[in-house]
Every structure is written in structure tokens, then in C-alpha cells.
């Protein structure tokens, strides 16, 4: 158990809607990370937050957005899903803002029909 | 570019066998480098990392080689047991203005009893 909390597990929703999913960081780790995994692109970086503040952004579209909390928690906001979006989102947290020590929650499976 | 990649997809060994899983990695400004387990339905777990002022790091049955001539990082596992099966990942990681961690595809190591 990495001290990394993502809700829910699985989400299943139709094409068109939007989402949000939770992650809560190990406690005393101020960087959380959103990544995305798909079979064919792996792992894509998506966002950084640090202590509430945007840090880095990957390949993250414009329908996706992030915010990080006073308390450190994280969403991650999808909307105008498509059938593309189907994938596991990992949140990741470390007390670093460089990207290293990063810990990894358990993934929320998102299924867009 | 910031490619990170995985010569070998599948790797296939029998029990007590030594495991070397490989990586390539195209940035040479890179100066971080990680290795990540995945087990199935799980997120990504650290196994161990190198600094690229270093060419080998040593773990619990574990080693990280790391060659940047030929931007190369290998993985070894000695005495591969059936709880090692599971998708390897390599990420590189380098500081300046981007923090972000660039996975490699991943390589699935199946361990036959």
C-alpha cells in the first residue's frame, strides 16, 4: 500500500459526459501527479500541482482539468468524454516538486461507452 | 527527443533464473532514472532508482545498470520468482523547467514455476 487514495475504482459513463476523479496524497506529500494509461500510449504524464499550485503540464487535453485543495487532495475533471478517454488514471504523490519519489495510487479505471 | 523506450515487450523466464529487462532512452540531458513494477490492477510500484552520476546501483535482489554512452539502463533481478511477474516500466526523469516523468512502454516479465 503506497498511502496514495483514488475514488472510485471504476467508472463507466457515456460519450459526452464528464467525471471527476479523486486522488489524496500520501500525508505530508505537497506534489500530486495525474497520469493516464492506455494500451497504446503507456503512461502519459498529464498534470503537476504542488501545494495548490499548477507546476507542470504534460499531454493533458483542454477538456481535462485538475485542481489540488488546501487539504492536498486532487481532481481530476474529464468532460465531453469519448470512446478514447476509456483508459486507468493514476494519481502519484512525493513530498518533491522535481518529479522524483513519486508513489502511486491504485488507478481509477474509467470505461467511456 | 524525450523517447523512453523498451527493446523486448515479453520476457519469459523459469523460476530462480536471472532477469535482465532493458531500456533505452533517447534524452541525454536526463539525469534520473527509475524503475517501476506493475502487477495487474495495481499502480505503478518503485523498485529502484539510479542518478546519472552512477553506472550501477544495487537492491534487494535487484540492479540497475545504467550506460550513458549508449543511453542505455538495464534491470536485473536475480533469482526471478513467480511474485515478479508483472509489466516493468523504465522512466527518466530531468530537472529544469519540466518535472515530469517519461515512461517507457514496459516490458510484461512472466515467471514460469
Known amino acids: 500500500d503506497s498511502g496514495v487514495t483514488q475514488t472510485p475504482k471504476h467508472l463507466i459513463t457515456a460519450t459526452g459526459q464528464r467525471v471527476t476523479l479523486r486522488c489524496s496524497p500520501r500525508?505530508?506529500?505537497?506534489?500530486v501527479y495525474w497520469y493516464q494509461q492506455s494500451l497504446d500510449q503507456g503512461l502519459q504524464f498529464l498534470i503537476q500541482?504542488?501545494?495548490?499550485?499548477?507546476?507542470a503540464k504534460g499531454n493533458i487535453l483542454e477538456r481535462f482539468s485538475a485542481q489540488q485543495f488546501p487539504d492536498l487532495h486532487s481532481e481530476l475533471n474529464l468532460s465531453s468524454l469519448e470512446l478514447g478517454d476509456s483508459a486507468l488514471y493514476f494519481c502519484?504523490?512525493?513530498?518533491?516538486?522535481?518529479?522524483?519519489?513519486?508513489?502511486f495510487g491504485p488507478g481509477t479505471r474509467l470505461t467511456v461507452t | 527527443g524525450e523517447s523512453v523506450g523498451l527493446h523486448l515487450p515479453t520476457l519469459s523466464v523459469q523460476e530462480g533464473d536471472n532477469s535482465i529487462i532493458n531500456c533505452a532512452y533517447s534524452n541525454s540531458a536526463s539525469d534520473y532514472f527509475i524503475w517501476y513494477k506493475q502487477e495487474s490492477g495495481k499502480g505503478p510500484q518503485f523498485i529502484i532508482d539510479?542518478?546519472?552520476?552512477?553506472d550501477k546501483r544495487q537492491g534487494q535482489r535487484v540492479t540497475v545498470l545504467l550506460n550513458k554512452t549508449v543511453k542505455h539502463l538495464s534491470l536485473q533481478i536475480a533469482a526471478t520468482q513467480p511474485g515478479d511477474s508483472a509489466v516493468y516500466f523504465c522512466a527518466e526523469n530531468y530537472g529544469g523547467s519540466n518535472y515530469k516523468l517519461t515512461f517507457g512502454k514496459g516490458t510484461l516479465l512472466t515467471v514460469n514455476p
Open positions: 539510479i542518478r546519472s552520476n552512477m
Open positions: 500525508s505530508g506529500d505537497l506534489s
Open positions: 502519484a504523490s512525493s513530498r518533491r516538486t522535481d518529479g522524483r519519489d513519486q508513489y
Open positions: 500541482y504542488y501545494n495548490g499550485e499548477e507546476r
